[in-house]
């Protein structure tokens, strides 16, 4: 929200939009995602065979050693939330709507701009913000869906999900108010929804 203020002024800040909307919308997928058995559901087959046999003999030998945990990246996350029953406890029947373009958009921006500012190497780059308004949209639309399926913040009270939902809210009006200020066009079939130009990054590798 608050990168979202200062992006009126500081175009440096459509980087921190990006981040946190990575880490939000991760976050949501993973608790939607992990079982009563965690880590399960929110990690490789392989890795989730090695857990299961550590629970088992550790019932037991205390003296096991848990597996390593090792989330699947974002992009594997958002996939499975769009399946049915991808819920931990496999209630929600109908999927998580998110659409092949958006999951490509997604896909793109964790791979050549999250990726890149969270491991980064000593480079400029250049952020081509255009659709960052609707790369919000699409996020806060699927937070909501988790939301609605119960089970990923099913131990938070009322007033916590009123509250959220109300940030969520704030964040779509943010959204606009970017959209408005900037002039967004939109002209890209890559999202049909909204036909907004996708967001892109150039990095500069450091001549020093």
Not at 58 to 68: E, F, K, M, Q, T
Not at 72 to 84: A, D, S, T, V, Y
Not at 115 to 131: D, I, K, R, Y
Not at 167 to 195: C, H, W
Request: proline letters at 4%; aromatic letters at 8%.
């Amino acid at each position: 929200m608050a990168a979202c203020e200062l992006a009126k002024h500081d175009a440096h800040a459509f980087k921190w939009i990006v981040l946190a909307l990575h880490s939000a919308l991760q976050g949501s997928c993973v608790c939607h995602l992990t079982t009563t058995c965690s880590p399960i559901g929110v990690i490789s087959d392989h890795d989730a065979s090695q857990w299961l046999e550590y629970i088992e003999n550790s019932r037991v030998d205390r003296s096991c050693i848990a597996p390593r945990t090792r989330i699947l990246e974002f992009p594997k996350l958002l996939n499975k939330i769009g399946q049915p029953n991808s819920a931990g406890d496999a209630s929600n029947e109908s999927q998580i709507v998110i659409t092949d373009d958006e999951l490509k958009w997604w896909t793109g921006l964790h791979k050549n701009v999250r990726n890149q500012f969270v491991h980064f190497a000593p480079c400029g780059w250049s952020l081509e913000v255009n659709g960052i308004s609707d790369l919000i949209d699409i996020s806060v639309r699927i937070m909501r869906d988790i939301l609605s399926k119960g089970w990923a913040f099913r131990h938070e009270d009322e007033d916590w999900q009123q509250s959220f939902l109300a940030t969520l809210k704030q964040l779509e009006v943010k959204a606009e108010m970017l959209r408005d200020q900037f002039g967004y066009q939109n002209a890209s079939p890559l999202i049909p929804r909204t036909g907004a130009v996708p967001m892109t990054v150039q990095f500069i590798p450091d001549s020093k």
